[in-house]
Every structure is written in structure tokens, then in C-alpha cells.
T-cell receptor
Framework: GENVEQHPSTLSVQEGDSAVIKCTYS??????FPWYKQELGKRPQLIID?????GEKKDQRIAVTLNKTAKHFSLHITETQPEDSAVYFC????????????FGPGTRLSVLP | GAVVSQHPSRVICKSGTSVKIECRSL??????MFWYRQFPKQSLMLMAT?????????EQGVEKDKFLINHASLTLSTLTVTSAHPEDSSFYIC??????????????FGPGTRLTVL
């Protein structure tokens, strides 16, 4: 089955700097890769996703890149703000009827003012 | 985005009692819902996949007789923790996928239920 690894487990950056979180997956059949942000005690919220037919996707300060050959994808947050502080989870899935997500272990991001 | 509700948000119960948690998709039909368990500072661990009108599919290591799942309609799935013990204390989160359009892959999460077993 699919296995998703995520690094780093914790990340501290100064406000205004960039943050990068990397994930690797094992199943080459996976073709959908979402990123979720979870604040303490709250539900995970989708922040960006990418499908395997695309190498990069950007939404304002957030971007995701995908390398299918190497089976890894990364989340990039630029101009970080204190409200970006949260736990971020990557996931991998086969975009098909009823397929569940396999989540990475999460990265706790702290943006220091 | 689509809205998923979960009830109750918090529950405290005595050891040995059963607790039912409801997960509802409010503005879409969810043929499939997922139940996750999350320990403090850890990731989301899939417990089971709940399919409307059929038996749930449990992940390895999850006791189906302890965690009863019923998906009786396209908008409601329930998780019942039977004979709860302190080690069952956790944050339980459901999610649902909107299959109105198969191109949509996003899972929408409920707000979670924090279960504390005394």
C-alpha cells in the first residue's frame, strides 16, 4: 500500500521568510496530492492540491511542485505570516471512486514575529 | 466548499459506556465517508471507510466490533465506540467526498469529536 513520508516534522521561520515542506510517496499509481492545514483543535482545511498531470501549481503565496519520477512533492509558502502557523499534512491518493487519502505525519510550522 | 458537520464536538463518558458520533454532509451527497482518529501531535490515521448501504471497510488493526460504523443514508454516517475505555480517548474526525462530479477529489472534513473516557 501507499506510504507517505514528510519532512521536516517541525519548522520555524521568521515572518516574511519562505517555508518549504517536502513529502515522498511510494505508490506510483497515486495521482492526486492535496495539502491540508490544521490549526489546533480544528478540522483540516485544504489549502492547495495538485494532480499528476501537472508539475506545479500556485495560489497567491502558496505553491506546490510535483516530481512524478522521483515520487516527491513539496509545499512552498512565501512571505510567511504568523497566521500561517499550524500543522500541515500532505496526502497521496489515487483519484478514483472511493479512494481514501494516505496522510503524511505532519509538519508543525511556527512563524516567528 | 462543501460542509460536513459532526456531533457531538466533545463527549466525556465513563469507562464501559458506548458513545455515538454522527457525521453529516450538509449540502451534498456523500456516498463514501471516512473515519479518522488523531492522537495529540500526530497525523490522521484512517480507521475505516464508510460506504452508504454496505458494510464499512476497516483498516488493519481496527476492531470492527468495537468501532461500529453505520452509513444509513447519503448524508449520514455514525461511529459508535462500544464499551469505551480510557485508551479510546482521542480526537475522531470524519470526512466525506462529493461524488456529484468524479473529477472532484477533495475530502471535506468535519470539525472533529474529542472523546474523553474516564
Amino acid at each position: 500500500g501507499e506510504n507517505v513520508e514528510q519532512h521536516p516534522s517541525t519548522l520555524s521561520v521568521q515572518e516574511g521568510d519562505s517555508a518549504v515542506i517536502k513529502c515522498t510517496y511510494s505508490d506510483s499509481a497515486s495521482n492526486y496530492f492535496p495539502w491540508y492545514k490544521q490549526e489546533l483543535g480544528k478540522r483540516p482545511q485544504l489549502i492547495i492540491d495538485i494532480r499528476s498531470n501537472v508539475g506545479e501549481k500556485k495560489d497567491q503565496r502558496i505553491a506546490v511542485t510535483l516530481n512524478k519520477t522521483a515520487k516527491h512533492f513539496s509545499l512552498h509558502i512565501t512571505e510567511t505570516q504568523p497566521e500561517d502557523s499550524a500543522v500541515y499534512f500532505c496526502a497521496a491518493s489515487i483519484q478514483n471512486y472511493g479512494q481514501n487519502f494516505v496522510f503524511g505525519p505532519g509538519t508543525r510550522l511556527s512563524v516567528l514575529p | 466548499g462543501a460542509v460536513v458537520s459532526q456531533h457531538p464536538s466533545r463527549v466525556i463518558c465513563k469507562s464501559g459506556t458506548s458513545v455515538k458520533i454522527e457525521c453529516r454532509s450538509l449540502d451534498f451527497q456523500a456516498t463514501t465517508m471516512f473515519w479518522y482518529r488523531q492522537f495529540p501531535k500526530q497525523s490522521l490515521m484512517l480507521m475505516a471507510t464508510s460506504n452508504e448501504g454496505s458494510k464499512a471497510t476497516y483498516e488493519q488493526g481496527v476492531e470492527k466490533d468495537k468501532f461500529l460504523i453505520n452509513h444509513a443514508s447519503l448524508t449520514l454516517s455514525t461511529l459508535t465506540v462500544t464499551s469505551a475505555h480510557p485508551e479510546d480517548s482521542s480526537f475522531y474526525i470524519c470526512s466525506a467526498r462529493d461524488f456529484a462530479g468524479l473529477a472532484t477529489s477533495e475530502q471535506f472534513f468535519g470539525p472533529g469529536t474529542r472523546l474523553t473516557v474516564l
